[in-house]
């Protein structure tokens, strides 16, 4: 009888793709048929539009609907297609214009009232469609701020399908209805955490700036109240702002997790710093029917702080392994793969035993060796090659408690803006190449005729090398380190001072 058309976005991962949602009426018992593979949650459409359309003054016709969804290959999942669902319908029944409802991509779950619940995953969602060319979504009222974070696009926020028919052209009255929105957000910390806070641990004060300079992971041993949990948290404070394509990364990320984003992107690197119970599927990401992304993807572009690293399950530490080096994260089933970033700084934090007081001083260890080498152990071997910078951090003194005082010592402010410039220098001189901070940088590039170091710079170094201190990774993320050293003093090139430094930063773990 009646064939009409719209569209809609199914996420995988952070990439979209373009649903064809397609409503046919015939003539043949009365039903609703959905197609196209469809997950549980997007079966039992076919109730909560019916349930909406009724409710909202303009019901489905009784004759069979045939809904498709295509790529029908395409997995899709959730219930941000009801709008989509609906209208669809409401088109082949011609109660509102198949061309206009045609020309808008559209985003919502139905409530049986017929209102639009605010859907996870808006921001990617309108971005994809963008992406693909289409310039009017239609998106439910308490995503209407989020959708409109993409440029280019016109935002239709409508509060319930009542009004998202009479958009389109429906010869229906408005009927005043109260939209619902996201429960209340904490808000985003709006002060980060002051260096300056931190007193004495000097080696590791230089350390985060260093890091933070070259976007080098970092590992703090040293027993409690050390400061290196306070060390950590002050470590995205040093960070740069996030350019565009991060922050809209970093929001789409925000977006998909179902939290609020207070209508305006991120632009502050995230802390995520997961409890030590969490399990390889909540750090890396994954789920049941829809993919999540986990704490590590949630990090990317910032920081993600293992506090008692040791106390962590092998699997979930193992399982960073790999995003370490790739810089993204891949979650395979059985009939799709979703990928989401991965590009953080990783940091570590342990004490030197099980009782922690081991090197503390006064206080005595009560922990055999072999008690220590196993928990330290815990941590695997591969993981720790992939970390940058291995540093002890130890308790301050009264003396250095007291002098603190009277001692200027260096804020956040102050360190950012030397990473600021230390980042600028390292990318005008990657500006040829696909690297822009020196932790991207291979060893091959390093070794080469573009940045090779002279022999007598390099000869601390090689001698570690040789006698088994380092491997061929580690030799290399010496000479990354090295470079981020010499960055952050305005220095042109590594000299043999700079390559002390970073050996002794990759190798100054003793508590």
Excluded at 36 to 50: E, F, I, K, N, Y
Excluded at 276 to 285: Q, S
Aim: hydrophobic share 45%.
């Amino acid at each position: 009888m009646s064939l009409a058309r719209t569209h809609a976005v199914a996420l995988l991962g952070l990439s979209g793709a373009m649903v064809e949602v397609e409503a046919d009426i015939s003539a043949q018992l009365p039903a609703m048929i959905l197609i196209g593979l469809p997950d549980a949650a997007l079966s039992q459409a076919t109730q909560r539009v019916r349930a909406a359309a009724t409710n909202s003054g303009c019901p489905l016709t009784s004759h069979r609907l045939t809904v498709a969804l295509s790529p029908a290959a395409l997995p899709k999942h959730g219930a941000g297609f009801d709008l989509a669902i609906a209208v669809a319908c409401l088109a082949a029944d011609r109660v509102v214009s198949a061309e206009s409802v045609g020309s808008v991509v559209h985003f919502g779950e139905l409530a049986l009232d017929g209102r639009l619940r605010p859907t996870p995953g808006i921001l990617p969602g309108v971005a994809a469609a963008a992406r693909f060319g289409h310039q009017t979504v239609m998106v439910p009222e308490g995503n209407a701020e989020e959708a409109a974070l993409v440029p280019g696009v016109r935002v239709v926020g409508v509060a319930s399908l009542r009004d998202a028919a009479i958009w389109h052209g429906a010869a229906l009255t408005a009927r005043p209805v109260e939209a619902i929105r996201r429960p209340d957000e904490p808000a985003l910390p709006g002060t980060e955490l002051d260096l300056a806070d931190v007193i004495g641990n000097d080696d590791a004060i230089l350390a985060l700036q260093v890091a933070a300079a070259g976007g080098h992971h970092v590992f703090l041993l040293g027993p409690p109240g050390a400061g290196k949990t306070m060390l950590a948290a002050r470590l995205p404070g040093l960070l740069p702002d996030l350019g565009p394509a991060a922050s809209l990364e970093v929001s789409s990320l925000r977006s998909l997790s179902e939290r609020g984003l207070g209508g305006a992107l991120i632009t502050r690197p995230p802390l995520e710093a997961p409890h030590h119970t969490i399990t390889a599927a909540a750090m890396v990401g994954g789920g049941a029917g829809h993919i999540r992304p986990g704490a590590a993807a949630r990090a990317s572009n910032g920081v993600l702080f293992l506090d008692e690293a040791p106390e962590f399950a092998s699997p979930v530490l193992d399982a960073l392994r790999q995003p370490l080096e790739s810089g993204t994260i891949s979650i395979h089933r059985a009939n799709a793969i979703a990928h989401f970033p991965a590009r953080f700084q990783l940091v570590l934090a342990a004490n030197p035993c099980p009782c922690g007081q081991y090197g503390a001083g006064d206080l005595e260890c009560a922990c055999p060796p072999n008690a220590r080498r196993r928990y330290l152990a815990r941590l695997s071997g591969p993981l720790m090659d992939r970390i940058d910078i291995q540093l002890g951090v130890k308790r301050i003194t009264t003396a250095q408690l007291r002098l603190a005082a009277d001692t200027v010592r260096i804020g956040s402010a102050e360190a950012r803006s030397r990473v600021v410039d230390a980042r600028g220098a390292a990318a005008e001189r990657l500006s040829d190449t696909p690297w822009q901070v020196n932790s991207q940088i291979p060893g091959p590039w390093l070794r080469g005729p573009s940045a090779r170091l002279d022999v007598q710079t390099t000869a601390g170094l090689d001698r570690a090398l040789e006698r088994g201190g380092i491997t061929m990774r580690g030799y290399d993320r010496v000479l990354r380190v090295a470079w981020s050293i010499a960055d952050l003093e305005g220095a042109a090139r590594p000299g043999r001072e700079h390559v002390g430094l970073a050996l002794y930063l990759r190798k100054g773990m003793t508590p």
